[in-house]
């Protein structure tokens, strides 16, 4: 395990001769649609767990004319459903609950409509139950601070769109009723859980959830635009959020959580593989959905992903397994496209030819490689 991190100091040096040549390119492509005076980007490239690109462009907070760090704290939105089906993974490894439980087993609301409805279906969105949520909804009122109880109330009593396992449709509230399931299995809440078990094991210290109360360093402010200018989100309450989306992170702790979940460090190699390789509905036909991570392909090269987005932020972390290669863009404006940004920089390097990479690793010492399970290359 120590000398999985140990090697990322070499890793840097390996790969620093083909980052220098990319650097300008990266620089370019993100200065297209992100500039100094405006709500930026923070944006971070890592080959075989090694950073060899992070940098920030733009303003954490326009009013004070605070400029983006690469620590600076934002809200990830949805790639927070990465560590709730990593933190479901966990407890069954423990043995503290089966991917195959019917849900009303822990949630009472769901003992009838729910008897079809297993864990397996909440984690890769084939559940049925419709994607309601208070933040989904018009007119909600964000500040409102609403228990994880109060928020399956408030769409408990909607019908299921389809039998379970039947289709692929992506659903908040399948993620809201896993946190409460973390919750019960495990007797603490939520965000103390993920910061007991997760957090704190791997040093995300400047990772938290929910709490934006909470003294946050280098934290920054949403903006949304209105009539052709910048303008503060509202502040919402992430307990509305909760596991579907209530994490705040930087760049720098989403390499670390990466490297993590890579190296074996929260979930044994076959829980990671799991979730990590497409699942299927009840026909056999396959779906774009792990438990957590998102499946599609740049080129020939497989892409395991999640985006996320509140209000006033947008962000998107994706892995080339066949390229061994990390990408996080973080921003605090949800009015440009981060998702093709991160696109463009991953296109840079699924393009690299294979002799630049081996003069790049020449003379450097012997590391271990990341091991990266077969079935997510096909």
């Known amino acids: 395990m120590n000398n999985f991190f140990t090697t990322l100091t070499f890793l840097f040096i390996t790969y620093f001769s083909v980052s220098q040549s990319y650097e300008s390119k990266i620089d370019s492509i993100v200065a297209i649609s992100y500039n100094q005076n405006e709500p930026g980007i923070s944006i971070l490239v890592a080959k075989e767990g090694a950073s060899i690109y992070s940098k920030s462009f ?7 004319n605070t400029p983006l760090q690469k620590s600076s704290v934002f809200q990830i939105g949805s790639i927070t459903k990465q560590f709730t089906a990593v933190s479901i993974l966990m407890l069954a490894e423990q043995g503290k609950l089966n991917i195959e439980d019917n849900i009303g087993k822990y949630i009472p609301e769901y003992v009838e409509i729910g008897k079809d409805i297993t864990i397996h279906n909440l984690l890769n969105h084939t559940s049925g139950i419709k994607n309601r949520t208070p933040v989904g909804d018009k007119g909600f009122i964000s500040k409102t601070n609403m228990s994880p109880t109060e928020l399956i109330a408030y769409f408990k009593d909607e019908p299921l769109e ?10 908040n509230a399948g993620y809201i009723i896993l946190g409460r399931i973390i919750e019960i299995v495990s007797g603490q809440p939520y965000s103390d859980f993920i910061e007991q078990h997760i957090f704190d094991k791997i040093g995300m210290k400047n990772s938290s959830c929910g709490d934006t109360k909470q003294g946050i360093p280098n934290p920054t402010t949403g903006y949304i635009i209105e009539q052709n200018d910048f303008v503060k989100s509202d502040d919402m309450n992430l307990s509305l959020a909760y596991s579907a989306g209530a994490i705040l992170s930087t760049t720098e702790d989403l390499l670390k959580w990466q490297n993590a979940l890579l190296s074996n460090t929260l979930l044994k190699a076959s829980s990671i593989k799991q979730a ?13 959905y792990g438990y957590g ?11 395991i992903a999640h985006t996320g987005s509140t209000k006033g932020f947008t962000s998107i972390a994706l892995f080339l397994p066949k390229e061994k290669l990390y990408i996080t863009a973080l921003t605090n404006c949800n009015c440009k496209n981060v998702n093709n940004v991160a696109k463009q ?7 690299i030819p294979d002799d630049k990479i081996t003069e ?13 399970p077969s079935e997510i290359l096909s």
């Open 58 to 64: 733009g303003k954490a907070n326009l009013e004070l």
């Open 162 to 171: 389809f039998k379970p396992g039947e289709r692929f449709k992506y659903s």
């Open 276 to 288: 990590m390789t497409p699942t299927s509905l009840n026909s056999g036909k396959r779906v774009p």
């Open 293 to 303: 991570f998102r499946f599609s392909k740049l080129g020939n090269s497989p892409v």
């Open 345 to 351: 920089v991953a296109e840079l390097f699924v393009s």
């Open 360 to 372: 790049a690793k020449h003379n450097q010492p012997e590391r271990k490689s990341i091991n990266v």
